[in-house]
């Protein structure tokens, strides 16, 4: 074979088989192939193994010319007129790029000369001559790059090791696994760990110089080889590339001609100019999306940022890029509250890391005003997208940097605190927060302003004062102050929804959630029907109207799925295992939960982990698995003290109920403290459906031990379920009186009202849990034993034909005189601190004087705590207070009881806070 192929070169390319092959086939069939790619990508290499490789498929020969300067003198070329013997020959053309234009000449002169012959070409942008193909190299993945770095820095004396791999890919993945970087990186091994050298990649230009002294110049340090291709750039295309530094992680071609045209660059030039760079394998482009976005790989990237700030601009562009993005993020957030959500989400999705950038900036000494006009407008996507803690953050940081002075943005910026200061269960600052928002709105005469924040502190007061927070919300509703359509008129009837069904009102909440989806549709905005969709769903499974529930999860789970909301996927999915367990498929259901509980941990909002864990702890309890319920409900506990007293009373009453399942004369205790303190927490919170709950387990915990108290805990909270129209909890009620009427023979009152609930339950569709399975199926025999069965039968039937008023009635009938309320659950919030003080050894004034009430007034409530809890003195209340906590103690609970300080703590009112979470305060 003749020819003139260097016998030595820099040594084979790792990880590069596949593109081999492919230079390969691409060679059998063209005969000319450029191969490009970034500076330093190892195009060079790559042709000098194929060219080695494949040297016997050249039995004509293989030369060599290096185009670089000094030895690009193309005129010797044709030389080569004589030289190819017989059969195919290959030319290797190595770094054409600056002599581009003389190859695009030569070559086709060449090939047409010499029929056999075929010419792999490198260059950093094609040779533009017909018949050419280009072939793209591309840099290494991972895993190829660790490779090729382990390699390179065996030979430095640093074998790789378990305990660097990690270490390792980072470097990789912060150098984009260009393998001249890899290179250079690896020969760093000398003196640093992986480790070591990953930490100073912030500045790759510097750490990544001093390669081989065989190599060429220009690739001996990083900055050499991107230099070689900057210095060919005419001038735009320079000024064009050093403007691209501002760009983190990726833009498109409007980010580009909204941010760097101007100031030498036309706006209608971009496209033409941005083409070359890309031509040049300086800007990368991927097309795979339908968008094509653009980026600089790290290291270009690095350089280019070098010379912006040569070039005396980058504090110019960075404003530009700033206030680009900040007015992006608005224009997406006005869209995505009034249309179709999911392209203004995708669209700030992709620009996310710019915006990032954009809020480091303003943070540590950029314009104040403009990072926190952008991150306001994020509040909508930080929620959805499950990083409300991480907007909250910026926020903060925002306010701390100052200079946001007066006006609109700052009061959007303490709104947008209030919303995710909510979305992460921290009330009282969303509070504090949406008061400030409040107060400027109103020194602004911003009217929508000041409905918003009414509306989110009406929202917060829901959870304590529903009634009270309806009223205000059916008056914003009324107001309709955003645009028709938009999310913020809806905003309004969502949580008017909300509050109508704590206050027990499922009718008014329907209607008010009905007119939202209305909306919604009307206008197509995503995030209405989603919002609406999800609350409608949630009362009609408190009507039983199981079917509807399925259909309006199904419509808000494709909502959410297309906006990639992950809180509302959380939700949806939660509601979806709700209403498999009511039907009894339960593997469905567990599952949709797991689901649901992993989605909202990675949201980031503990009031949706803590609704998503009780409906999978309900669960449990229906199948009988108590442990995994209690481990559960004990989360929910936990999450309750952080975040709202209703998510306490809900861990509270789960645990009650998991601890009496697991049987025995010690856990009925138990479980009766539990219970006991559920129901003073629903108290706090005024929530009707929840006050059903707490009562329903109260009934149950002390079914054996008390059964006037059951049975009191059980009307009541039957005639409070069949008030509200809580048709499934109706049901359950139903059957937890019959069972009591059954306990006390009154066998034939037993039978009707099982079969008033059996005949509810069929008309509902409504599995009974397993876990009820074996007490009820008692109950029945004996009450079928005592009646025999034909009597039993015209019983049943004559419950079956009752309504559901006529059921409550008659469950209510021969109950006698109603006791007076006993046990901690029946102290009111005014006797539970007046009793927390005395437990902690204060007198009567000193108590008065706390609680700004008299010391007769203090007497009369202590004397209605003895009376309710069997007490005769304030010892005997300190001993039942130690022996609560003990108990709660005991069983691991979360709440782990403890004895406040003899003072309590006071509110901002002068008055003492109830001290949720710990037991009596």
Not at 397 to 405: N, Q
Not at 609 to 620: I, P, V
Request: net charge neutral; aromatic share 4%; with cysteine.
């Amino acid at each position: 074979m003749d020819g003139d192929l260097p016998r030595r070169w820099s040594g084979d390319p790792v990880g590069r088989d596949a593109e081999l092959a492919g230079l390969r086939d691409l060679l059998g069939s063209a005969r000319l192939v450029t191969l490009t790619g970034a500076p330093g990508v190892g195009k060079t290499r790559l042709a000098h193994a194929y060219a080695h490789t494949w040297a016997g498929a050249h039995p004509g020969g293989i030369w060599f010319r290096d185009l670089t300067a000094g030895s690009g003198d193309l005129t010797g070329l044709d030389a080569l007129a004589v030289v190819p013997g017989d059969g195919p020959a290959l030319l290797v053309l190595d770094t054409c790029e600056h002599v581009a234009d003389r190859c695009a000449v030569t070559v086709p002169e060449l090939l047409g000369t010499h029929p056999g012959l075929r010419v792999l070409a490198t260059s950093r942008e094609p040779l533009s001559v017909p018949g050419e193909v280009t072939y793209r190299l591309a840099p290494l993945d991972v895993v190829r790059s660790a490779r090729l770095f382990a390699e390179r820095a065996a030979a430095q004396g640093r074998p790789a090791s378990p305990e660097t791999a990690e270490a390792v890919e980072e470097i990789c993945r912060r150098l984009d696994g260009l393998p001249l970087a890899v290179e250079l990186a690896a020969a760093r091994s000398i003196m640093l760990s992986p480790a070591q050298i990953a930490e100073r990649l912030d500045d790759p230009l510097r750490l990544l110089a001093g390669g081989s002294r065989t190599a060429h110049p220009r690739h001996r340090s990083l900055e050499a080889a991107i230099g070689w291709s900057h210095e060919m750039l005419p001038g735009r295309e320079r000024l064009l590339l050093r403007r691209l530094a501002v760009f983190e992680d990726g833009f498109v071609i409007d980010d580009v001609e909204g941010v760097c045209a101007g100031a030498g660059i036309r706006p209608d030039a971009v496209v033409d100019l941005l083409a070359r760079l890309v031509s040049r394998s300086l800007v990368e482009c991927d097309t795979t999306g339908t968008v094509t976005r653009y980026r600089l790989l790290r290291v270009v990237r690095a350089y280019a940022g070098q010379e912006l700030r040569a070039g005396g601009e980058a504090e110019t562009v960075r404003a530009r890029h700033a206030e680009y993005y900040a007015a992006l993020a608005e224009r997406a957030a006005e869209a995505l509250t009034t249309g179709a959500a999911t392209p203004h989400l995708e669209r700030v999705e992709a620009a996310y890391a710019n915006m990032r950038a954009v809020l480091r900036w303003c943070v540590s000494g950029g314009p104040a005003t403009v990072g926190a006009r952008l991150a306001s407008a994020l509040e909508t996507y930080w929620i959805v997208r499950g990083r409300p803690r991480e907007g909250r953050g910026w926020l903060a940081s925002l306010v701390s940097a100052g200079g946001l002075g007066h006006g609109e943005v700052p009061a959007a910026a303490a709104l947008s605190t209030a919303v995710l200061s909510c979305a992460l269960g921290e009330y009282a600052d969303a509070a504090d927060a949406c008061r400030r928002a409040l107060a400027m709105f109103r020194e602004l005469g911003d009217e929508a302003g000041q409905t918003r924040a009414l509306a989110v502190l009406a929202g917060l007061r829901t959870m304590s004062e529903p009634a009270s927070a309806s009223r205000t919300l059916t008056e914003l509703a009324a107001r309709g102050r955003a645009p028709a359509g938009h999310a913020w008129n809806c905003a309004p009837l969502v949580l008017l929804g909300h509050a109508r069904v704590a206050a027990g009102d499922l009718a008014g909440a329907r209607a008010a959630l009905e007119r939202c989806v209305d909306i919604g549709r009307r206008h197509g905005s995503e995030l209405s029907l989603e919002m609406g969709l999800l609350a409608i769903a949630q009362v009609a499974v408190y009507q039983g109207a199981y079917a509807e529930a399925e259909s309006a999860l199904g419509q808000s789970l494709a909502a959410a799925e297309r906006m990639g909301d992950v809180w509302g996927r959380a939700a949806v999915l939660r509601g979806l295992g709700e209403v498999a367990s009511c039907r009894g498929r339960y593997g469905q259901a567990g599952e949709r939960l797991a689901e649901a509980v992993e989605i909202a941990r990675s949201a980031g909002s503990p009031p949706l982990l803590g609704d998503c864990l009780d409906t999978l702890g309900r669960m449990l309890l229906d199948v009988g698995e108590y442990e995994a319920a209690r481990e559960v409900f004990s989360e929910v506990a936990e999450v309750g003290e952080r975040t709202a007293a209703r998510l306490a009373a809900m861990g509270l009453a789960g645990l009650g109920a998991a601890i009496l399942g697991s049987g025995g004369a010690p856990a009925a205790s138990a479980a009766l403290t539990f219970a006991e303190e559920a129901m003073a927490r629903a108290r706090e919170t005024d929530d009707r459906p929840l006050s059903w709950r707490c009562l329903f387990t109260l009934g149950r915990v002390t079914r054996c031990a008390d059964p006037a108290r059951a049975a009191s805990a059980h009307h009541s909270a039957l005639r409070a379920g069949a008030a509200m129209g809580l048709r499934a909890q109706t049901a359950d009620s139903l059957e937890a009186m019959a069972g009591l009427a059954a306990g006390h023979h009154r066998h034939e009152h037993a039978a009707r009202l099982f079969g008033a609930a059996q005949s509810l339950r069929d008309r509902l569709g409504l599995s009974r849990p397993p876990a009820a399975a074996p007490q009820h199926e008692a109950d029945l025999a004996g009450v079928r034993a005592a009646l025999g069965a034909d009597t039993f039968a015209t019983t049943w039937a004559e419950g079956a034909g009752l309504d559901v008023g006529q059921a409550v009635v008659y469950a209510g009938r021969g109950r006698g005189p109603r006791g007076r309320g006993v046990g901690w659950a029946a102290l009111t919030r005014a006797e539970r601190q007046v009793a927390l003080l005395a437990s902690g050894g204060l007198t009567n004034r000193e108590i008065g004087a706390k609680l700004f009430v008299s010391p007769r007034t203090v007497q009369a409530q202590l004397s209605s705590v003895f009376a309710k809890l069997g007490l005769s003195s304030r010892r005997d209340l300190a001993r039942e207070y130690d022996s609560r906590a003990r108990s709660l103690r005991e069983q691991d609970s979360p709440l782990l009881a403890q004895r406040d300080d003899p003072g309590g703590a006071e509110d901002p009112e002068g008055r003492v806070a109830y001290l949720t979470g710990r037991l009596g305060g």
